[in-house]
């Protein structure tokens, strides 16, 4: 059975990763406001990864409602340190506040998925990876910066581990794809049970 695939999302990572694997999908992006939906989960004291499942199922539901039939991929990040979820840096400054406090530290990166169709969630999953930052000098931190330019404020941990910011670890405990935003092994094998791609 084929159906038409939709990937609620404009990253040109995520969509990379779907294109190397040989899926045959659309990109649409989720317009809802992703604070807005989140400060809504406050109430409930979500886990990090609560939040990331959440907004990847709301993203998904929204392209959906647009989309009648399709399946819609849904997706969403979160990075959590002591306690604390990170977004994506608002300017520079704000990415060296980040990198400075994940400096020598272990963050968690939170990355939801969903499968929507016709507003029912068909499956949703969490997968995390655990990124350990080595010690890095304020001159470091802001040389890094000055190199790698406002690339930095598209991730939500200020770095982008397929470029430059691998220099900045010492250890990664997970997945690549959960790190670059789509847990695809997970998401390709609930396709294949749900018949949508090839088995």
Known sequence: MTVPLILASQSPFRRMLMENAGLTFETQAAEIDERAAEAALAAHNPTPQG????????????????????????????????????HKPADMAEAKSHLTAMSGKTHSLNCGIALVRDGETLWSDVSIANLTMRPLSEAFIDRHLARVGARVLASVGAYQLEGEGVQLFERI???????????????????????????
Not at 57 to 86: H, W
Not at 173 to 199: C, E, H, M, V
Request: hydrophobic fraction near 50%; charged fraction near 25%.
């Open 173 to 199: 405990d997970g997945d690549y794809f959960t790190i670059l935003g789509l847990p695809l092994l997970p998401l390709l094998a609930k396709l294949r049970d749900l018949g949508a791609i090839d088995a």
């Open 51 to 86: 939040i990331a499942e959440a907004l990847a199922i709301e993203k998904a539901r929204d392209v959906a409602r647009r989309n009648p039939s399709s399946l819609v991929i849904g997706s969403d990040q979160t990075l959590s340190l002591e306690g604390l979820v990170f």
